[in-house]
């Protein structure tokens, strides 16, 4: 099924020369300070957020896993919005280290009774140059590159990834904005995900300008096997 969904797939990368600030964190998602400098409580303790690495983790565990909400906000102050699982670990190769992949769909909606448009999602530490970067692909939906290059934790505890993208369909460059619901894969989003919703709005908001430059293509066959 996943190699269904992308055949022949070659997603060029973005990169995000910009700073936004969600709120501070760890390298799991597990912890940190809020935005206001302030110590927050993290919601999903056993969340596994890892740091961008240009080496494989040992570490068994999806990276990345479970239920998030995602929002990109386009040029003229509009919302696009949907919902992604990750539940399986990707294939590393030599330019994808770390990565979960799942499925993401829109939603008309922040209550989401009805998502459409299924297609795949990875979030990844592509590895350049000059580093590692933490990078969300939603198919030929949505791209994405951390501007903190790290999950970090919001003012509410939830881990959040957030920068600079591109809403494919359009070209159009995007703020966008990942919020974590839980950490059990299963699409069931309970009665938080408006809040959540509005947790990634804000989020997305706070994505300051940046200039957006290439990155090498992604192979997503090899990655997704």
């Known amino acids: 099924m996943k190699r269904m969904l992308v ?51 040992t570490d068994p565990r999806v990276p990345y896993k479970g239920d998030w909400v995602w929002v990109a906000k386009l040029p003229d102050g509009s919302y696009q919005q949907g919902v992604m699982t990750i539940s399986e670990r990707g294939q590393p190769t030599d330019q994808a280290k770390n990565g979960g992949f799942g499925s993401n769909s829109t939603c ?3 209550t989401c ?26 198919g030929s939906r949505l791209t994405m590159t951390d501007s903190d290059n790290k999950v970090t934790l919001n003012a509410k505890g939830r881990p959040v990834m957030s920068g ?34 509005t947790q990634a709005k804000t989020a997305a908001d706070q994505v300051t300008a940046q200039r957006v430059q290439s990155l090498p293509s992604l192979d997503l066959d090899s990655i997704l096997k």
């Open 113 to 138: 009774t009805t998502p459409t448009n299924e297609t795949f999602a990875v979030v990844l530490s592509q590895v350049t140059n000059s580093g590692a970067q933490l990078r969300a692909i939603l």
């Open 164 to 197: 600079a993208g591109t809403w494919e369909p359009t070209s159009q460059t995007a703020k966008v904005a990942f919020v974590q619901v839980d950490t059990n894969p299963d699409k069931s989003y309970g009665t938080v995900l408006s809040d959540v919703f």
């Open 7 to 57: 055949a022949g797939a070659l997603i060029l990368g973005l990169v995000a020369c910009g700073k936004n600030n969600p709120g501070g964190g760890g390298g799991n998602g597990n912890g940190g300070n809020g935005d206001n400098g302030t110590t927050v409580t993290p919601v999903l303790t056993d969340a596994y957020n890892p740091d961008p690495s240009a080496t494989e983790s």
């Open 108 to 110: 008309a909606n922040d």
